[in-house]
């Protein structure tokens, strides 16, 4: 049984939920901040329901994907060692644990009552979240897909904490949404160039992607655009909120440098080092920004 959730945990690649839930901590605390009349115990129920809605939900989603895909990874060379075409895992314990991880996501909604928009918004979002896994067979913006499905976690973590206010100022929303935007971006650039590594497959595959509609040179330039907007968002975000401060500022900074070296790192001829522009770099990014984000908040 631990072996098998072992499996199930390397499938969804469990660790890179490092990747969204930073910014959902990172609209909470601007949403805590803003918020009157906090309590230690709504905080600590309120972070409980964050995360428990962040990993339920992406685990689900990933492994929808895997599902779905299945058959594509046991054609590419890239990806045929994958745990469902390699047979380490079934396609019915997958879809087992997605529907697991589906349920569990929407009971998890139900710890932000009295606040129900949680809970009716949570089956259109997990819809939206597994619908990502089959739009690169049809559309080569399958990557922008991937970014507004994360751009969901600070909006949603923003909601969860700030529902009535939302209801009755939907402008109260707007910080949320430029992070979002500014999330989405950035995983749209980052999802282009790790695509970048399927180019040939897709191809043959038929699938859609930037790559095999642009080439590599291409969407590693459309990448870098992206990430440019990223910063420029990130830059407009004390526009709407202007509870941050230099520490923030700085903290962009430092973002724009490691993008700048995710970039440096790719080139169209030499794809070998991917993997460490997408794991590694992106990791801090998140990271970096919620820290450097609480920071500054927490220093006022």
């Not at 909006?155 to 206010?165: D, K, L, V, Y």
């Not at 399927?198 to 043959?204: F, G, I, L």
């Amino acid at each position: 049984m631990f072996a098998r959730l072992r499996h199930i945990l390397e499938m969804i690649r469990f660790s890179h939920t490092l990747f969204a839930l930073p910014f959902a901590l990172l609209a909470a605390v601007m949403a805590w901040n803003v918020t009157d009349e906090l309590s230690a115990a709504r905080v600590a129920r309120e972070l409980l329901g964050i995360v428990l809605c962040m990993v339920t939900a992406r685990s689900a989603a990933m492994a929808f994907n895997r599902i779905a895909d299945w058959r594509f990874d046991a054609d590419n060379p890239r990806t045929k060692m994958r745990h469902i075409p390699a047979g380490t895992l079934s396609v019915s314990s997958v879809v087992a644990f997605a529907v697991a991880c589906s349920v569990g996501f929407v009971l998890a909604t139900l710890i932000f009552l009295p606040n129900r928009l949680p809970l009716y918004l949570s089956v259109p979002v997990l819809a939206f979240l597994m619908a990502y896994s089959l739009t690169k067979r049809f559309t080569a913006a399958a990557h922008f897909w991937l970014g507004a499905a994360l751009m969901l976690a600070p909006i949603s973590a923003w909601i969860a904490i700030r529902g009535a206010a939302v209801l009755a100022d939907p402008a109260d929303l707007l910080p949320a949404v430029v992070l979002g935007a500014a999330v989405m971006l950035w995983v749209a650039g980052f999802d282009i160039i790790y695509a970048c590594q399927d180019y040939d497959y897709d191809r043959e595959a038929g699938l859609h992607s930037v790559p095999t509609r642009l080439g590599v040179a291409g969407a590693l330039k459309l990448a870098a655009l992206c990430h440019l907007g990223m910063i420029l968002l990130l830059a407009a975000l004390p526009w709407v909120y202007p509870e941050l401060g230099w520490i923030y500022g700085v903290g962009i900074a430092a973002v724009a440098v490691l993008l700048a070296y995710e970039h440096w790192l790719v080139r169209p001829d030499d794809l070998t080092r991917v993997n460490v522009a997408f794991f590694q770099v992106n990791a801090v990014v998140s990271l970096g920004l919620l820290v450097v984000g609480s920071l500054d908040l927490w220093s006022r």
